[in-house]
């Protein structure tokens, strides 16, 4: 039997890929990614992995993906990565003015990073509760802190990952309560080198872009540091809280 199961969901941005490159090397564990594109795991390299592809990220395909993961005898799911995240797309930009907001956009940003995370964890509570010890990851960014927001701007971006916060802090109260071996983080990667940041990364200062495999390192660290305490945490890339 394995002793830890890790899985990692949105697995084809390069966090999760990341992600998926070092756990795979850890020695008695199974992985299993889920994404609408696998093609980056058609390799050696992953050929122990197990591979989850589904169409879309609507409830159904949700609902039968975790199916599928309890099929594959998961039975110690020690780590849960859910890597979903939208800044900007071909028709959707984060506004600099009021002026900018479109609801057409906020329903897609927040669909993106705030009710597809929910929708995950709802599914997959049931498989994680247990005796053992299950942290779930869920990418979040500083920006979405009511508290630190002194600049205003990226009206959707900020609302989608601020409502992320307090749904999972919601979902942590009552999770204490029937589910004590689950541990809920919210976690801001920092600026990484990926198409999500490019337009912004000028004003990035010196050392402070980061590789995707040293965010995915970081991460990993974090979490195994963290213990189990009925509490949702929110934290930057070095393991430092943020104010929600």
């Known amino acids: 039997m394995t002793t830890q199961t890790t899985v990692i969901i ?3 941005s390069q966090i999760a890929k990341a992600l998926a490159k070092q756990v795979i090397r850890y020695p008695d564990s199974q992985l299993i990614v889920v994404s609408r594109n696998i093609d980056f795991y058609q390799s050696d390299e992953f050929s122990q992995a197990i591979l989850i592809q589904v169409n879309n990220y609507q409830e159904s395909e949700i609902d039968m993906a975790v199916e599928r993961i309890k099929k ?10 859910i890597c979903h ?3 900007h797309n071909d028709h959707c930009q984060p506004e600099k003015r009021l002026e900018d907001f479109s609801a057409a956009a906020f329903t897609e940003i927040l669909t993106a990073n705030t009710i597809t995370p929910m929708l995950w964890l709802k599914a997959l509570v049931p498989l994680l509760t247990g005796k053992h010890p299950c942290k779930v990851v869920v990418f979040s960014a500083r920006v979405g802190s009511i508290a630190d927001n002194r600049i205003g701007g990226w009206y959707s971006y900020r609302a989608s ?3 992320m916060n307090m749904l999972l802090k919601s979902t ?23 198409p999500l940041s490019k337009p912004f990364q000028r004003s990035v200062p010196d050392g402070k872009l980061f590789t995707s495999a040293f965010v995915a390192q970081q991460l990993l660290q974090i979490v195994a540091d963290t213990t189990v305490d009925g509490a949702a945490s929110f934290v930057d890339w070095q393991g430092h809280e943020i104010p929600w």
């Open 72 to 81: 594959a005898n998961a039975l110690q799911i020690r780590q849960v990565f």
């Open 10 to 12: 949105g697995a084809n």
């Open 161 to 163: 990952k601020a409502a």
């Open 85 to 87: 995240g939208v800044l």
């Open 172 to 194: 942590a109260v009552e999770l204490e309560r029937r589910a004590k071996n689950i541990k809920l983080i919210s976690f801001h990667p920092g600026t990484t080198d990926t």
